[in-house]
């Protein structure tokens, strides 16, 4: 079991940075999140390294901001899997550029370097999380920076090229590197009242495979991608990931509705890579029964044999909205107060005890 720092970081239209690590004070009190983590057994963390705040000025490095999180990894025997690049970068670089995996990867080639000088502290890197998001988000949406329309493609290449960048250099630079490769995972299907619609939303839905067959060189090898790169896959899956094309949301009930072990299982008969669910999660009173029910499939996966070796909490900790700052009720644990407590959300924390009975039973 791990628990997900909410770590985006990039830039609204208006301006304005989000840094979720600091809104909800993570980077101010994350040794006692870390301890508190452990009373659940929860000893490994998804985090995130902010680009923007490490290199300010261009080739200019700065790790401080990164070190509180390794410093209380340390002491407190917490394991971190970091995520390099989490949806922001600096505003002296554009994921759209041409030059934006040159900028990239001389950040990671900084970024390892300082590790190295820190005893290899940090082993496990997401290089990009969740290209296709990203693509479609920033590329096609419009939604978050770089706030683009019709440039998802386009986008979905450039950050592939910064990733492929990214992992050769940590692989190169640093021991014992593991590489992850968070992606959502989806499922499409038609709209009744379009004949014919059916084609159209399985090509989406199979788009969601584009980013791991580019980084992974089978797919447009002229961007760098090699199978190497492709080590450690991660599904990330919420109860939106299901709709039907150009339309509503399926849920959980919908003869219509793909139970998550089967999607599972097509990610790992096409890529047969060990797996884990880097992202989970739902807001309000259904976070338990939402949990409950991954756990449940993550157990029918396994007794099919797929390798999956873990499951991600997204986020552990209650969040302001990235639009509107509302406050989002979907972690473990809720806003601290001045010296860092945090109320825990109990029926979460019941089914998360509960289930790594079940899990490690299971496996």
């Known amino acids: 079991m791990q628990g997900g720092f909410e770590c985006s970081t990039h830039k609204l239209r208006s301006g304005k940075r989000l840094d979720l690590l600091r809104s909800t004070q993570h980077d101010r009190f994350a040794y006692q999140d870390y301890r508190r983590l452990h009373y659940f057994r929860i000893k490994s963390v998804r985090v995130g390294a902010r680009w923007h705040l490490i290199e300010e000025v261009p080739g200019e490095y700065d790790f401080a901001s990164l070190d509180v999180f390794f410093d209380a990894a340390a002491k407190s025997g917490t394991e971190i899997l970091l995520d390099v690049l989490h949806f922001g970068w600096p505003d002296y670089t554009n994921a759209l550029a041409p030059w934006f995996a040159r900028d990239f990867g001389r950040f990671v080639y900084a970024l390892s370097r300082h590790i190295k000088g820190r005893g290899n502290c940090c082993t496990k890197f997401a290089p990009v999380n969740e290209i296709s998001f990203l693509s479609w988000a920033g590329g096609d949406a419009g939604a978050i920076n770089p706030h683009a329309k019709e440039k998802g493609s386009e986008l979905k290449r450039n950050l592939v090229r910064a990733a492929a960048a990214g992992s050769d250099i940590l692989l190169n630079e640093l021991d014992g590197v593991r590489l992850i490769s968070p992606e959502p995972v989806i ?28 980084l992974s060189g089978r797919l447009a090898p002229e961007l760098g991608g090699r199978p190497e790169y492709l080590d450690i896959i991660g ?3 919420y109860d939106r990931n299901q709709w039907v094309h150009n339309s509503a949301t399926i849920p959980r009930g919908d003869p219509r509705y793909r139970p998550f072990h089967q999607i599972v299982d097509e990610v790992w008969k096409r890529y ?17 029964e939402w949990f409950n029910y991954v756990c449940g499939e993550v157990s029918q996966a396994r007794a ?13 900790v209650n969040h302001p909205g990235w639009q509107d700052e509302r406050h989002c009720c979907n972690g473990l644990f809720d806003y601290c107060d001045t010296v860092g407590n945090r109320e825990v959300h109990w029926p979460l924390a019941h089914a ?3 289930q790594q009975h079940k899990l490690h039973g299971s496996y």
Not at 304 to 316: A, D, F, N, Q, S
């Open 187 to 214: 499922h499409i299907v038609g709209d009744a009242d379009f004949p014919g619609d059916e084609e159209e939303a399985e090509n989406y839905r199979l788009a969601q495979f584009e980013a791991w067959d580019m």
């Open 304 to 316: 099919l044999g797929i390798p999956v070796h873990g499951i991600c909490l997204y986020p552990i």
């Open 272 to 288: 047969r890579r060990p797996l884990f669910v880097s992202e989970t999660g739902t807001e309000g009173p259904a976070r338990a």
């Open 352 to 354: 998360i005890l509960n």
């Open 235 to 237: 599904v990330n899956f």
